[in-house]
């Protein structure tokens, strides 16, 4: 089972176009990383130990403490202790994470989860330390989860495709933009609650997953530096590998570039999608948004 287990990961990491799988294994790693450290640290030496390490990796609402730990913007939206936390966040990104791998492409995905939960750290930060109602809470705030690039991957696919419809436990077929609503909703209202920082952090995310959409829509990939500079850091680690030299018709080639689908296209068919559903989509839209979704 554990191997079956390790293959599975080595699979979704060697395997292209499969940023949902990647995201959702890595925090499954990591979820499991934490609670092992929790375990060994407070058997072998004491629980502030393993508070201590987990401390330079949660996103401090302090400003003073934040300069000194500036990773921390990142590494608390990959980290999760709660199992409930994990399960509930990871059940979510995948079923709307779908969405959006099918309709504009995997590499988005990455995209809308960095960019909503940087957004969603800075968000929390400005909150906390210019509205005077967190001024007591300031100096012990901190925030984990991956929830508001969750919130932005949600946000995307209602904004993207507001009439797409899930299949929900006694309340049958909704509509994702419904969905996205309630979940927003409810955050809004759980600003003032024990768990203001994570519902002020969905709020960023979710303004990411808007801003993403609406601008895609217009042509313009906002989430084009995030996915060159991942690309970079994974060409560092990959090996090289040896040059094949092949010959191809020319003429192949030539007619494969030719068709492939303008923005203007792309937009026409989204909006399709977004009056009444991907299945009216015919063969020939399926097959240009899914090569405009390997772009």
Do not use: C
């Not at 590494?75 to 099918?102: A, K, S």
């Not at 969603?120 to 930060?125: A, I």
Request: charged share 15%.
């Amino acid at each position: 089972m554990m191997s079956s287990f390790i293959d599975d990961i080595k699979n979704a990491f060697k395997k292209k176009g499969n940023s949902l799988n990647q995201i959702i294994f890595l925090n499954i790693i990591l979820f499991l990383t934490i609670l092992v450290s929790n375990v060994v640290l407070t058997l072998a030496l004491h629980k502030e130990v393993y508070h201590f390490l987990l401390s330079w990796l949660e996103l401090p609402s302090n400003l003073s403490v934040f300069i000194t730990r500036p990773w921390t913007l990142f590494t608390y939206f990959l980290l999760h202790e709660d199992p409930f936390h994990i399960l509930f966040n990871l059940l979510v990104m995948y079923w709307f994470g779908q969405i959006i791998g099918d309709m504009i492409g995997s590499k988005r995905i990455t995209a809308l989860y960095v960019m909503g939960g940087v957004a969603g750290g800075l968000l929390y930060l400005l909150v906390y330390n210019l509205l005077p109602y967190f001024s007591s809470q300031v100096s012990s705030s901190v925030l984990l989860g991956a929830s508001a690039g969750v919130y932005a991957i949600v946000t995307a696919a209602a904004t993207l495709v507001p009439d797409y419809t899930m299949f929900l436990l006694f309340f049958g077929q909704v509509r994702i933009k419904y969905i996205a609503l309630f979940y927003l909703i409810v955050s809004v209202a759980q600003t003032t609650s024990t768990n203001a920082g994570g519902n002020i952090a969905h709020l960023g995310g979710a303004l990411i997953g808007f801003l993403f959409i609406k601008q895609l829509k217009r042509g313009n990939d906002i989430g084009k530096p995030v996915n060159s500079i991942l690309g970079y850091i994974e060409n560092l680690f990959t090996r090289e590998k040896k040059m094949k030299v092949s010959f191809k018709n020319p003429n192949k080639t030539r007619s494969k570039t030719s068709g492939a689908p303008t923005q203007e296209e792309i937009d026409q068919i989204l909006d399709k999608i977004s009056q009444n559903g991907y299945e009216s989509l015919n063969k020939e839209e399926k097959q240009k948004l899914f090569q405009a979704s390997q772009n």
